[in-house]
Structures are given as structure tokens and as C-alpha cells.
């Protein structure tokens, strides 16, 4: 059964940065795309990063520059590094992989960005 688990969220502030943790379980995460997902209070959920292997990745225009990815693939692990929080980045994040045609989630981590 493949799962994903995300943690590292956390109460930072403004400027402030966080590591979060994308850890797959039955499957091997490094062999597919997966992407980061965050749902602000009240909004819909939006897309955030995607990363294929070690250097296709791409990031939505809120976040460029500021949220990078690394990798332990011994650990079937994928790491998104938040720098430079804001306000707007408060929001549950979320990773996804589609495994064979079926999309997994994790349960998600709460980002908090607050003074």
C-alpha cells in the first residue's frame, strides 16, 4: 500500500523558514513525479512545486525563489525548504504522487506564519 507522510510544519515568523518532510512508503518516491499542494483557511487548494528526479522542478510564481527542494533517496524522502515565510504562506501542505494511475496524498502539515 503506498502512502506519503508529510511533517515539519510548524509556527514561524514573518521571514522566518521551515523544513518539510515528504516520506513515501511502498513505492520507491525517486521513480515519479510528485508535487506539493498547500490549502490556505478558506481557499481552495493550490499547487505549489513539482519535482521529477534531481532537477526538473518547478514552483508557482507565489513561491519562487523563496521555497527550494532537496532529496535523501535513502531515505525515500523529498524535502521542501520554505525561506523567507510570509503572512500568505499560512496553509496546510500537502505532497501527491501518482503511483500507476492512482494519486496518493498525505494527511497534510500546518504551516503557520504569524508575529
Known amino acids: 500500500q503506498a502512502q506519503l507522510l508529510e511533517s515539519g510544519g510548524g509556527t514561524v515568523q514573518p521571514g522566518g523558514s521551515l523544513k518539510l518532510t515528504c516520506t513515501a512508503s511502498?513505492?520507491?518516491?525517486?521513480?515519479?513525479?510528485m508535487n506539493w499542494y498547500r490549502q490556505a483557511p478558506g481557499k481552495e487548494r493550490e499547487w505549489v512545486a513539482h519535482?521529477?528526479?534531481?532537477?526538473?522542478?518547478y514552483f508557482a510564481d507565489s513561491i519562487k525563489d523563496r521555497f527550494t527542494f532537496s532529496r535523501d533517496d535513502a531515505k525515500n524522502t523529498v524535502y521542501l525548504h520554505l525561506n523567507n515565510l510570509k503572512s500568505e504562506d499560512t496553509a496546510v501542505y500537502y505532497c501527491?504522487?501518482?503511483?500507476?494511475?492512482?494519486?496518493?496524498w498525505g494527511t497534510g502539515t500546518l504551516v503557520t506564519v504569524s508575529s
Open positions: 501527491n504522487a501518482r503511483v500507476f494511475g492512482t494519486e496518493y
Open positions: 511502498g513505492f520507491t518516491l525517486s521513480r515519479y513525479a
Open positions: 519535482l521529477f528526479g534531481s532537477t526538473s522542478n
